[in-house]
T-cell receptor, first 116, second 115 residues
Framework: AQSVAQPEDQVNVAEGNPLTVKCTYSVSGNPYLFWYVQYPNRGLQFLLKYITGDNLVKGSYGFEAEFNKSQTSFHLKKPSALVSDSALYFC??????????????FGGGTRVLVKP | DVKVTQSSRYLVKRTGEKVFLECVQD?????MFWYRQDPGLGLRLIYF???????EKGDIPEGYSVSREKKERFSLILESASTNQTSMYLC??????????????FGSGTQLSVL
């Protein structure tokens, strides 16, 4: 079975400082990996994905994520956080082996609070 | 832009009631999903459908059923609502043909309270 762990319930960071949101995963084969963001009273929005190729993936709003196969991690990063980045972030994984239905497994979410 | 519309933003129901949550997408997507979101548990898949009249159980289907009579509409049904079904329900869709681009498009969610 596939699973995702986001070890931090909340991350606090000062505006302008680097932001990192951690994610580790478990799949039987090779993974597809995703990050989604949820702003207050909104549905989830896609940020970025790793499918194959370059381990560093760039996405929306200045975010990037690094795929590390040996550590089974896919941490989300932003060099300089903005107050508007305050939101709930979800990591998700899908095993490439099982293709039916595009089923994704999500982590528990990490709340990011960026203080001015 | 793809739009996924959930019929209600907030819903309050009583224990034992039959509850219908409706979701409509306007981009001719084959795949549709129902998740529930609970603090600390993230999103958990209830049911999904990859074609009209087709459905597959997700990770937590107990107490729920679904209906997909038309491609654009995917309904979640709580046959007899219980308090432990109080949650945020999120509908999502994605195009089946894009096998490598598995981005999901989400609705804004329905916050259901069962009293």
């Amino acid at each position: 079975a596939q699973s995702v762990a986001q070890p931090e319930d909340q991350v606090n960071v000062a505006e302008g400082n680097p932001l990192t949101v951690k994610c580790t995963y478990s799949v039987s084969g090779n993974p597809y990996l995703f990050w989604y963001v949820q702003y207050p009273n909104r549905g989830l929005q896609f940020l970025l994905k790793y499918i194959t190729g370059d381990n560093l993936v760039k996405g929306s709003y200045g975010f990037e994520a690094e795929f590390n196969k040996s550590q089974t991690s896919f941490h989300l990063k932003k060099p300089s956080a903005l107050v508007s980045d305050s939101a709930l972030y979800f990591c998700a994984v899908r095993d490439k082996v099982k293709a039916a239905g595009n089923k994704l497994t999500f982590g528990g979410g990490t709340r990011v609070l960026v203080k001015p | 832009d793809v739009k996924v519309t959930q019929s209600s933003r907030y819903l309050v129901k009583r224990t034992g009631e039959k509850v219908f949550l409706e979701c409509v997408q306007d981009m001719d997507h084959e795949n549709m999903f129902w998740y529930r979101q609970d603090p600390g548990l993230g999103l958990r898949l209830i049911y999904f459908s990859y074609d009209v009249k087709m459905k597959e159980k997700g990770d937590i289907p107990e107490g729920y059923s679904v209906s997909r009579e038309k491609k654009e509409r995917f309904s979640l049904i709580l046959e007899s609502a219980s308090t432990n079904q109080t949650s945020m329900y999120l509908c999502a869709s994605s195009p089946l043909r894009e096998t490598l681009n598995e981005k999901l498009f989400f609705g804004s969610g329905t916050q259901l309270s069962v009293l």
